[in-house]
């Protein structure tokens, strides 16, 4: 961040963040398909764990100040945060490959979405909640998948971008 | 257009933001103690009242609750269903209804309503730059353990600034692809994710572009990061921010010492 | 006369062996309007973004007689303002206000001193109603006027437009030319225009001609845009006045050669009345 | 492929605070085989007017019909096959690139609405050669590309869908002279094998020297529905639009100013210069 370029494009990808939450592709009633993610998986795959997850912290704070989808709750913060971290540990500093990808998408499930995610929600929804769990323990094995796939087709596209291989040089 | 902020003039506009964030923090916690009815009760006339010195309208505060009334719904008959505490009071058909599932669900939904409440006032009462200013104050000391203040702060402003000026880009990309024969509202699953993939790339590579020209912008501007820079907006403390704060400590140590009694 | 800016053996490259800019030399005379004349891609723009050390280069750059070193890097900035082509992607504060404001924050200006100055710069591009509006309220040309109303207010020795009017409609164009121009006859200001508008590089008071990454030619507008093989192969465009007069002249005309519009219509009208 | 308008009118945001009313009682019928100007100052409603010939935008009143496309407020009709007939280059086309390779991003369009993967490659081979790059681009990434290369590689994706009417939104913006005259050319090209352009434009030059006929939109309505010529004889109407006259014709009134008595019809330098000459003979 001692940057200006990088500063800008930590900004700027938290902005689309902020953007594409207003974007969702249903599967079911309950299963959307989601695009918040992209922009720190592309964060961490370019510049590392911390700008992924300085991403993660913008667009959580920025989209509250500017949009809010549901209430402000700071362990979503938390979650946004190492989301964008785990991309950087596992994308940063490595040839792009889906398998990659994938372990980046399974860590994130099991840690963020399983672990942490279902922590704020009993916070705020009771202990009832747990009991959810199996079903979105169902709903992350499809997602899982899919999100993979999403990732690994928007980072492929982005990475072979020379515009962004100038930045990152 | 964008955002939240509702312009006014209420002594909840003018109060500190620096003050509202921190309370905002405090009461969030404090929502989470366990300090019974009483506590809720205590907190909502609080909530209340201040919502009332803002002179939001309360359809506004309405409207904020309506993404979480789906979920209010499935955890009412969730809890209704699963929960067995206490004694069943009810019974619907052949389900019985306990008791405790009935107080919990009822602290459940205050309890949103409460967040929401507390939530939204922030965000219709503060402009987003005044928001921005209140988080860096408050982070200071936070620049002791190496955490970038400033230039967090910083990057929240261009965020916000950009947000207005990528939308529209984003409307252009999808009326240029929909041009191109995309379709956004139908198609299948798969046609469905080809189509925000055209619209996601051009997105990205048009933020990447905008982001070097804005770093060069900057630059030329003598914009460096590590450096020392005056600040044009200054916030000011006033006695009612005292007063205000002192208010929510009060109320803050108030519920904690209840959790404790109860 | 008195140097703003010396270049010399200026090169530059993005990728190895690839030169953007090869060993470029020029000066720019205080106080005088400058044109740098190119086709896409000449590697025009590299040359504003090496002045202020955006991008570093070989050879040496002395602005304001100090030289571009890294020490010595925003030092030079501060001296250069430079308004950019894309009038959206340069305007950082969230109102024109904040915008005047984010380069006087970088100077450590005074914090209660800065309403003034803004008022002042933001009277002097006629934006001073508009000080609370959002960018996206604003059209092209009036960003454009608050990017150079930002500078103006860290008071720069030389003001650079990096295509500064390619991306606005013609009323934004004549806006931001009037200013400009007003700036540099009236207050003195030493003008630095990158372009491939040949109209405006004709009433310049110097031309340098960009082709590949060299100076091709450096002079004044007479000089330099009266080279038509030069500027076609250049892929630019020849002054209209030169069209006009020259096919004339091979017809026979009594006339000579200009590229000044003004005086043409004066000669053709003696022309006609002496016929 | 005649275009007509009747009575439209076009509300962004109806029934809100944010309401816009942005076209206000059009009534236009531009024939086919046409190429029109469409004048008019930032906010005027052109992009608004232009949105609505591929259905982009759906008229709140009136009726817009394209060929037998018929566009009511209350269309019920599929619009796919009418953006393949309208091909819409929006201004700077070149952010709406996104494929690995131009040769992908090129059979986009044609794809969409069915093409054979076959047959779009051939017409991307084509297009390519048309807008001025070779085949050896066909591989390329797009995004290595310079600016003015990636416009002329998005309006070939257009091309490739070969539409019967092309709508330009300054297709030329940012492009050097060079650059600006072959995209012009490449233009009235389309236009003479039978087909239909419609270019928003500022640049008045191109006008006269591209366009047979001009529409100007002032605050959402059509102000003048005219030829080229027509159009610039107006001098005081486009005064108090602030639009500039084309070097040409401006020069053509310094003169006449001055006793000479050229036509104002003239189009272009040569014919200028011979007229000048023919004067001071």
Known sequence: ??????????????????????????LSPLIEIRFTTLPLAIAGYLFGPAIGGMVGLLADVGGYIIAPTGPFFPGFTISAIISGVIYGLILHHHEFSIKRVFIAQLIIVLVVNLLLNSLWLSMLYGKAFMVAVSARLFKEIIMLPINTALVSLVLKAIGERSLIKKVRA | VFGQYLPGHSIIHRLDPRLKIASLLLLLIAVFFDAGFIGYGLIGLFVLLALLLSRIPFKRVLKSMKPMIFMVLFLTIFNLFFVRIGHVVYRLGPVPIYSGAIRQTEYIVVRLVLIICLTTMLTSTTKPLDMTL?????????????????????????????????????????????????????????EKIAAIVSLIIPLFISAFQRAEDLANAMESRNYNPSAKRTRFHQLHWRYYDTIAITLVLCLFFGIWGLSFIL | MENMIEVKH????????????????????????TTILGHNGSGKSTIAKLLIGLLEGEGEIIVDHIPLTIDTLYDVRSKVGIVFQNPDNQFIGSTVRDDIAFGLENLCVDPNKMEGIIEEYARKVNMYEFLDHEPTKLSGGQKQRVAIAGILAMSPSIIILDEAT?????????????????????????????????EEAAISDQVILMGDGHIIQTGTPDQVLKEVKTLESLALDVPFAYKITSALKKKGFPIEETIDQKGLVETLWQLHSKK | MAITFKEVEYTYSPDTPFAYHALKGINLNIPKGSFTALIGHTG???????????????????????????????????????????GLVFQFPEYQLFEETIEKDIIFGPMNFGVDEETAKKIAREMLVKVGLDESYLERSPFELSGGQKRRVAIAGILAMEPDILVLDEPTAGLDPQGTKEMMHLFKDFQQTGKSVIMVTHDMNQVLEYCDHAIVMNHGKIEKNCSVTELFNETEYL???????????????????????????????????????????
């Not at chain 2, 982070?139 to 000026?165: C, D, N, Q, W, Y």
């Not at chain 4, 036509?263 to 023919?278: F, K, M, N, Q, Y």
């Open chain 3, 166 to 198: 390619s991306m606005l409609d013609p009323l934004g164009k004549r806006e931001i030319n009037e200013l400009v121009h007003s700036l540099n006859k009236e207050k003195g200001m030493t003008i630095l225009s990158i372009t491939h508008d040949i």
């Open chain 2, 134 to 190: 209140g988080l860096e104050r408050l982070m200071k000391p936070l620049r002791k353990v190496g955490f970038p203040v400033h230039e967090v702060a910083m990057m929240i402003s261009i965020a916000l600034r950009f947000i207005p000026t990528l939308m529209e880009e984003t409307q252009r990309i999808m009326k240029a692809q929909a041009s191109r024969g995309v379709d956004f509202n139908e198609g299948t699953f798969k």
């Open chain 1, 1 to 26: 961040l001692k940057n200006t370029r990088i500063l800008a494009i930590t900004a700027m990808l938290a902005a689309v963040s902020i953007i594409l939450s207003y974007f969702k592709i249903p």
């Open chain 3, 10 to 33: 200026l090169s530059f490259e993005y990728e190895a062996g690839a030169k953007t800019i090869e060993d470029i030399s020029f000066t720019i005379p205080k106080g005088s309007y």
């Open chain 4, 44 to 86: 005027s409603g052109k992009s608004t007017l232009i949105q609505h010939i591929n259905g982009l935008l759906i008229p709140t009143q009136g009726e817009v019909c394209i060929d037998d496309y018929i566009i009511t407020p209350n269309n019920k009709q599929k619009l796919k096959p009418l953006r393949k007939k309208a």
């Open chain 4, 239 to 281: 005064e108090s639009l602030s639009i500039d006259l084309p070097i040409i014709t401006s020069f053509i009134h310094q003169l006449n100013q001055q006793g000479f008595n050229l036509p104002v019809s003239i189009r272009s330098v040569d014919e200028l210069i011979e007229a000048i000459g023919g004067e001071l003979h």
